[in-house]
């Protein structure tokens, strides 16, 4: 999860956060909506709303994400390609360990702790740059049919 991590500036008000803790949100943020005809933006301000009213002045202000491997990513010219969850065919490196894992399980009829360490850094050795190319061509393949897949349904990619 230290890829996922979110600059201090865009992280939102948690839904566990006490009342105290969502004004001092709010007030950090610099957020002053207008409340019965008048701006808050004061903690004092706050004080009249209630907790679910303040959960929604949070919502309603959430800032965009910004992830911290972006920001250093940015520094060095260059972005960060996030993979969707749960979609290991779209990522080389789980079907190259999930190769490794089967083929240590299959050799590793004493199961041994150690000899499932030893065939996995074996498998591991063992895996070339031919068969890392096989893997890439196959997600570059499951990633074309998505989007043929996806080619009748109406969607906007804009860039972040």
Do not use: M
């Not at 005809?37 to 800032?63: A, F, I, M, N, R």
């Not at 997600?139 to 349904?153: G, L, S």
Request: charge should be negative; proline fraction near 4%.
């Amino acid at each position: 999860t230290y890829h996922t991590v979110l600059t201090e500036e865009t992280k939102p008000a948690k839904a566990t956060f006490t009342k105290v803790e969502l004004v001092e949100w709010l007030v950090k943020k610099g957020v002053a909506p207008d409340i019965d005809g008048h701006t808050v933006s004061t903690s004092d301000g706050y004080v009249v709303l209630k907790k679910v009213e303040l959960e929604e002045v949070c919502k309603q202000h959430k800032p965009a994400l910004v992830l911290q491997a972006q920001v250093l990513a940015r520094k060095f010219d260059c972005d960060v390609l996030s993979l969707p969850v749960a979609h290991p065919e779209l990522n080389p490196i789980e079907i190259v360990w999930a190769s490794v894992k089967g083929n240590a399980a299959k050799r590793n009829v004493n199961y041994s702790l150690t000899d499932a360490e030893r065939l996995t850094i074996e498998g591991l050795g063992q895996i070339g740059v031919d068969e890392w190319s096989k893997y890439v061509r196959h997600c570059i393949k499951v990633e074309n049919n998505y989007y043929d897949a996806a080619d009748d349904i109406p969607f906007e990619c804009t860039k972040n």
